[in-house]
């Protein structure tokens, strides 16, 4: 919430995975937001990653065009937003078939997308629910409620003497290398969850409105179940037979008629063996 009040959607941009609360969907009203992804998304969670690993393909390309190493250098010449991939509820995510797929590939696609400005946020209850791979991409760590100081130190892969006191928001994270204590901020901490659901919502609202102006994020391709065929067909130029949607990419598909020899056509023949029209 604070990189949004912060920054504008050129300077951050997030995408975001929901297998918990659902509170992330309120994020869609932001320009900041390319998709906010639930349990009832599984069919969109292909082009999520799609997306972001193709962002990661044309920053390389474009890094080595530019000469430079880091995102840092490359947003001096070119600034383009730091991007922000959040997968609250790993394991959750990962119990799906869709998302069991994508976890383990997870740590794949972190390392590689680390030089270019792609950062991932991963909360989970447990450290054994990520997968070996993706721990060693892990950089900052943030260990809360655990039950004792060799759970905070398996979060935190380090040494802790220190079991921080059992209180809500209070944790341990690694600072300089030593195992310190912080405590986390909860948002109107006077308002119920209910008064305090609405009071973020109201918040991100200001915050879109205030961005109006500035290029909003990549959105995630969405195939609509409402649209008709018609309205379908009217997007594309005479010449073309529209015929739908890629499932992997939300990509529009249309057959050229120019590029087409002899077309067979099979009409409720379950068959096939015979072209009605030809």
Same mark, same amino acid.
């Given at each position: 919430?604070?990189?949004?009040?912060?920054y504008?959607?050129?300077?951050?941009n997030?995408?975001?995975?929901?297998?918990?609360?659902?509170?992330l969907?309120?994020?869609?009203?932001?320009?900041?937001?390319?998709g906010?992804l639930c349990?009832?998304?599984?069919?969109?969670?292909?082009?999520?990653?799609?997306?972001?690993?193709?962002?990661v393909?044309?920053?390389?390309?474009l890094?080595?065009?530019?000469e430079?190493?880091?995102?840092?250098?490359?947003?001096?010449?070119?600034?383009?937003?730091?991007?922000v991939?959040?997968?609250?509820?790993l394991?959750?995510?990962?119990?799906?078939?869709?998302g069991?797929?994508c976890?383990y590939?997870?740590?794949d &696609?972190?390392?590689?997308?680390?030089?270019?400005?792609v950062k991932?946020i991963i909360?989970?209850?447990?450290?054994n629910?990520?997968?070996?791979?993706?721990?060693?991409?892990?950089?900052?760590?943030?260990?809360?409620?655990?039950?004792?100081r060799y759970?905070?130190?398996?979060?935190?892969?380090?040494r802790?003497?220190?079991?921080?006191?059992?209180?809500?928001g209070?944790?341990?994270?690694l &600072?300089?290398?030593?195992?310190?204590e912080l405590?986390?901020?909860?948002?109107?901490?006077y308002?119920?969850d209910?008064?305090r659901v609405q009071?973020?919502?109201?918040?991100?609202?200001?915050?879109?409105a205030?961005?109006?102006?500035?290029r909003?994020a990549?959105?995630?391709?969405?195939?609509s179940?409402?649209?008709?065929?018609?309205?379908?067909?009217?997007?594309?130029?005479?010449g073309?037979?529209?015929?739908?949607?890629?499932?992997?990419?939300?990509?529009?598909?249309?057959l050229?008629l120019?590029?087409?020899s002899?077309l067979?056509?099979?009409?409720g023949?379950?068959?096939?063996?015979?072209?009605?029209?030809?």
């Amino acid at each position: 919430l604070s990189l949004a009040r912060r920054y504008s959607p050129e300077q951050v941009n997030f995408y975001l995975v929901d297998y918990s609360s659902r509170m992330l969907t309120a994020f869609r009203a932001l320009p900041h937001c390319g998709g906010v992804l639930c349990e009832d998304d599984a069919a969109s969670i292909d082009r999520f990653f799609k997306l972001i690993n193709g962002i990661v393909a044309r920053r390389k390309q474009l890094f080595f065009e530019l000469e430079v190493g880091s995102y840092e250098a490359a947003n001096k010449i070119r600034p383009m937003p730091l991007i922000v991939v959040v997968i609250d509820n790993l394991a959750g995510f990962a119990a799906t078939d869709q998302g069991q797929k994508c976890s383990y590939l997870l740590g794949d &696609w972190m390392r590689n997308a680390a030089n270019y400005g792609v950062k991932y946020i991963i909360s989970c209850a447990h450290m054994n629910e990520v997968m070996l791979r993706t721990r060693q991409e892990l950089g900052e760590r943030i260990s809360l409620h655990q039950s004792d100081r060799y759970e905070y130190g398996e979060v935190l892969d380090t040494r802790c003497e220190y079991l921080p006191p059992d209180c809500p928001g209070r944790g341990l994270t690694l &600072w300089e290398g030593r195992p310190l204590e912080l405590q986390a901020a909860l948002y109107r901490p006077y308002l119920d969850d209910a008064e305090r659901v609405q009071a973020v919502k109201g918040l991100l609202q200001t915050v879109a409105a205030e961005n109006q102006g500035f290029r909003p994020a990549q959105r995630l391709p969405v195939i609509s179940e409402t649209e008709t065929y018609a309205e379908f067909a009217d997007r594309f130029q005479a010449g073309r037979i529209p015929l739908g949607y890629s499932l992997s990419d939300a990509k529009q598909i249309a057959l050229p008629l120019k590029q087409l020899s002899p077309l067979a056509l099979y009409f409720g023949n379950p068959m096939g063996i015979a072209p009605v029209l030809e």
